[in-house]
């Protein structure tokens, strides 16, 4: 058992750690983890004045109460809610400063960090007013298309075909377009970045860091644990998940999407998809053919578009 002594003593030590240290040192999360080395990333450009909130899911388990491995605050929000947290956090900072308890330069970022559950799906009506209302907040969805936290139950961010426990044949529908639902909204910022190209990823949140208003960063997040892979390939599979044009790298600014790379040629997707379980039954025992070329054919499609 960890008594709090123990506690006080991991803290300490931590304590003494530069920020790029603090996360990973003594949490609960699984090794090989893409949503953390996301989360890691960007705390490493926006610095210890942030403030999570975080819903409820895998992130949760970065603090053990009352700790984080985070030098500034957390609050932990259920899994609808982290937005209208940010607000009320938001609103608190900005009366402590108006009200001169609080010197401007001591300020912090406001970042909320949720799943793709609660972005896609029980989050989203606190995410869209807190857009509606110009909220001045960071959101960082950490994607690993699913409730990974459960047991990677399929989310509406859940791909076409992949296996999860409650589709054990293959996710029948689609992934739902966090971007674009964002980008609807016409907010100061929204991006994608991947764990796999660290420069894209710090060029964008460097730029979130500097705006106002409602900034968006949806992060690709390979899960060894839930896509059934060895934790080793994690940067990999970020990697290939760019190559193959599946998870798209782009960026939408004043009323423009831009795509900050565009891979050429193109590796074809099995070779991301052979990587990972859930997707064994497209080429075990038989190879579905069909299957890979639908997958193959969403994604040509999507760069027909894109240009
Ligand atoms: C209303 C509600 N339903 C279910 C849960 C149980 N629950 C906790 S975390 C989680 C999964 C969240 O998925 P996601 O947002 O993608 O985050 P991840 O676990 O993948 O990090 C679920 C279903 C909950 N906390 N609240
Ligand atoms: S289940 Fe997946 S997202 Fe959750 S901590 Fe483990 S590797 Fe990370
Ligand atoms: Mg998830």
Not at 244 to 265: C, Q, S
Request: glycine content about 10%.
């Amino acid at each position: 058992m960890t008594t709090p002594a123990a506690h006080e003593a991991r803290f300490a030590r931590m304590k003494d750690l530069p920020s790029t240290h603090l996360l990973g040192s003594g949490t609960a999360m699984c090794g090989g983890c893409g949503g953390l080395m996301a989360v890691k990333q960007v705390y490493d450009v926006l610095g210890p004045k942030t403030a999570f909130v975080n819903a409820a899911g895998c992130m949760t388990l970065l603090s053990t109460y009352p700790f984080t491995p985070f030098r500034g605050s957390w609050l932990y929000t259920a899994m609808a809610s982290a937005p209208a947290g940010a607000q009320g956090v938001r609103d608190a900072l900005d009366v402590l400063r108006e009200t001169g308890r609080m010197m401007p330069e001591d300020d912090v970022q406001v970042v909320v960090l949720a799943g793709d559950g609660s972005s896609n799906g029980m989050g989203l009506s606190a995410t869209s007013g807190a857009i509606d209302r110009n909220l001045d907040f960071i959101y960082l969805c950490y994607d690993n298309e699913g409730y990974g936290n459960t047991g990677q139950q399929s989310s509406a961010a859940t791909p076409h075909g992949a296996v999860t426990p409650t589709e054990i044949r293959g996710a029948a529908g689609r992934k739902k377009d966090l971007f674009a639902i964002w980008a609807a909204h016409d907010p100061a910022y929204v991006a994608t970045v991947s764990p796999s190209e660290p420069l894209d990823l710090a060029r964008k949140i460097e730029k979130a860091r500097g705006m106002k208003g409602p900034r968006m960063i949806i992060a690709f997040a390979p899960c060894p644990t839930g896509w059934f892979y060895d934790p080793e390939h994690s940067v990999e599979i970020g990697h290939l998940a760019v190559k193959t044009g599946l998870w798209p790298l782009k960026e939408y600014e004043g009323g423009r999407t831009t795509h900050t790379l565009k891979p050429h040629p193109r590796v074809p997707v099995e070779e991301y998809l052979k990587l990972q379980g859930r997707y064994r039954h497209l080429f075990e025992p038989a190879r579905d053919e069909a299957a890979i070329a639908e997958i193959q054919a969403g994604i040509d499609a999507y760069w027909a578009k894109a240009g």
